[in-house]
Structures are given as C-alpha cells and as structure tokens.
C-alpha cells in the first residue's frame, strides 16, 4: 500500500488540475505528514510493565491539510492513512467533505514559495537503530531506574523512542522530507518529586547521573521540616516552574494572533515603539536551530523554514511569534515558531552556573512545583500560587522542606534588577531568584 504523503499528494495534484465539479476547484494547498514509528516502556509503583504502562512498539502516519478553493474559502483538517483497498473513492469523499467544512477568512494564510532551508540536526542514528530493534538499552535503562531507587520508595517512571519522517508538500512546489528522531524520560519519588528529559538524541551518561543525584537529593531533603520563611527570603522557581511560567504569561503574549485580536498584555504600537518589558539584562528569543532539542525543526507545518527570532532584545520588545496568517496581518515576514515554551531561550549577560548562584544565597525558598497555575490570569501578570513541595535555602545549602504560598507578578519580576538567573546544569529553562511576595503556608 502506498504511503500516505504519496497517496495524498498525488491526489491534490490531480484534484487541483482536473477537477471533478466546479464546487471543488482548488486554487493551493499544503499538507504535512508525519511517519512515526514509536516504543514507550513504563513503571508503575515500582512494577515495570504493569496494567498501567504496559510495553508498546507501534507506527503510524497523520497529518493536516490547508486549501484553499477557487473561490476563495479555506478548510483545515486532520489527516490520516485510509482503509486498506478504498483508494481514490476515499479521497474523494474527503474532499467533498472538506469542501462542506469550509469557511471564509479574507484574511487567511497563503501558500508560501519555497525558500532556502535551514542546517539543523533533528535525528539520532542511535535512535534509528533502537527502533531497527537494538532496542536493549532502553531496557537496560529501565532495569537501572527499579536497581537504584531507594528500598520504600514507591517509582514511577517512563521511557520513549521515536524515529520517523516529516513530509511538507504544497502546490507552489515545495517538496520536503526528513528524519527526526526523539527521546524522552521521565520518573518520580513517591510522586512528591520528580524529573525529565526531552531531546531529539538519547540521554548521555553524565546527564543521567546528574538528574539522578539532584532528584533522589531533593527527596532527601523533602522527608524533614525546615523552618519558615521571613522578610528577607528570596523565592527561586526552578526550571521546570519557570516553564510552566512562560507557559501562562509569556508565551500566551507574545503571539501575533492574540495581540491582533486584543487578547494580549501587549499592543502592536509596543512592539513599534521598541517598549521596554523586562530588565535591560534579559532578552528572549525562538531558535529552532539548536541541534538536538526537542523544539528544533527543519519546517513549520505550514512550510517555513525554521529561523532564529529575537522577541525581547535587551529588556524591550522587538517582535511577536507570527505564523503565516498573523505575518500577513501584521504587514512582516513569519518569524521562527516555538511549539509550547521549550523553544523560548532567556537569556541574560549576568547569567552564572546555578551551583555559583545557590552558593550566594544566604536565605531562599526553591520552588519544585505550584498548584493553580492554570487559573492565573495571563494578561495581568498576577500569581498566587500554592508550593507545598518547596525546599528551604539556607547559606547556600539546601537544608528541609517549607510549604509556602507565593503571591507576585511576573513581568515585574522579569523587569527587576534584582533579579537573577542560574544556568541549570542540563535544562534549557535557566533557575530564577527574585524578591516577590511569599509567606508560610
């Protein structure tokens, strides 16, 4: 059976040249399609291959299409291989059906020309061959995590390979494909605290003692009471709580669709005028040309190639994430994409090793984790926030566990001078230290 990136562009192509009725005419399209071929392995309370995370090795293709018709209406939808032996019969009803779920934008995305593309390492050969069946050492790690956890502490864990192709197609010519790969590992003590790792390579050894070491060594910590907090205690997010900060405040802001229609903390005149929003230390950018990361990319699925974008320039605004719709909008060519905030970087010229940074801090709170992010509202900047798994700061040593309450707001925090950033050792979030509002639970 053919493939699904043949099957479906062999039939836009003769769709768009010969049409069947005039209701279906085609002036453009694109689609992606992706080929994955993935293995999960899993721990449940210490029991590996449970009811609850059984093993699978399993392989599919999906995708999404964008057309636009004769008469100027659009249609976006999923894709995925059809049944065995239904052939050009199903594609025909697709499109009838994707006719039916058109709709009218004037305003929306064109088809891009194709353009240079990027260098940028998206696949591991280790990872190829996991999946070709010299799949021991996902085992192997495993079998690692159950031998060195502690005896009475309760493990859940996961692990996952995947290897496969990216397809991007489109009427102006553009025809693209390429490997990537991923990798992802993630465990947790008692579910109090826990870690992960996600890159487009497998974990390297010294990556994995180092999660290790840090992780079983904040559960250590979080077994014994410390004491409270007081006026002079700064708050430190780690960068995992720094993640899902972006994800609610930055991230939500910053792209051209939500400041287009109003729904952002920032105005297009901002971005004109250069406003300062962070302290002039700080710059934020997109770069999906790292090799190896997770957010990396050869391709938008809308068929721009990947590209480094400045967002945040030394503390002032210098342009918003804008896909192609946006980009037409906004009158400025689309910027790189970052899927989530793993592809947000901040940055900052006062930047220190965190092991330097947790040494000068002579009374401070870590923050592992916070409940009721979700609720915060993203435009203001305004938190309050539960963190009963914080750990206690005391003279550069982490020395008990302190459940604290935390209220503040984050663009002021970002533009402080006060404000300090650690690079974490293997996180691309960096630690955050700053003087906000934080009191005893």
Known sequence: MMKL???????????????VKDELRIRDWRFMVQEAKLISLGIKENSPGSVYTPPSNRQGESGEVYIIWEDGRLTQA??????????????????????????????????????????VTVEDREIE??????DRILFEQLARLLGDTPSGVHLNAGLQAGWGYRHNRNSQGL????????????????????????????????????????????????????????????????????????????????????????????????????????????????????????????????????????????????????????????????????YGTSGLYLKSSREKPWGEVLDRIDDGILILSVLGMHTQNSVSGDYSLSAPQSLRIREGKIVGKRDVKLNGNFFKDLACAETILGKAEIELKPYLVVKTGVQNS
Do not use: C
Request: glycine fraction near 8%; charge should be negative; proline fraction near 8%.
């Open 175 to 338: 025809a693209v494909s390429y490997q990537q790969s991923q990798y992802t590992l993630s465990y947790s003590f008692d579910s109090l605290v826990g870690t992960g790792f996600a890159k487009r390579r497998l974990i390297r050894p010294e990556e994995w003692d180092t999660l290790w070491k840090r992780t079983l060594g904040y559960y250590e910590a979080l077994q014994k009471e410390s004491f409270g907090i007081n006026d002079q205690t700064v708050v430190v997010f780690s960068p995992s709580v720094v993640g899902d900060l972006f994800g609610q405040f930055i991230y939500p802001n910053l792209m051209g669709q939500s400041i287009l229609e109003g729904q952002s903390s920032f105005k297009v005149e901002d971005f004109r005028d250069h406003k300062m929003i962070f302290h002039e230390d700080l710059s934020l950018y997109v770069d999906p040309l790292r090799p190896f990361e997770w957010s990396s990319y050869l391709l938008t699925p809308e068929g721009v190639p990947a590209k480094k974008t400045v967002l945040i320039q030394q503390g002032s605004l210098q342009s918003p994430i804008l896909r192609l719709k946006d980009a037409k909008a906004w009158g400025a060519p689309p910027t790189g994409v970052s």
């Open 5 to 19: 990136v043949t099957q479906l562009e062999g039939f836009l192509q003769k769709a768009k040249r010969t049409p």
């Open 129 to 134: 061959r996991i999946l070709a069946g010299e």
């Open 78 to 119: 999923q894709v995925q291989a059809p049944p065995p032996h239904e052939g050009s019969a199903y594609w025909q009803n697709q499109l009838e059906e994707w006719r039916q779920a058109s709709y009218e934008d004037p305003e929306g995305a064109d088809i891009p020309t194709p353009e240079p593309l990027p260098l």
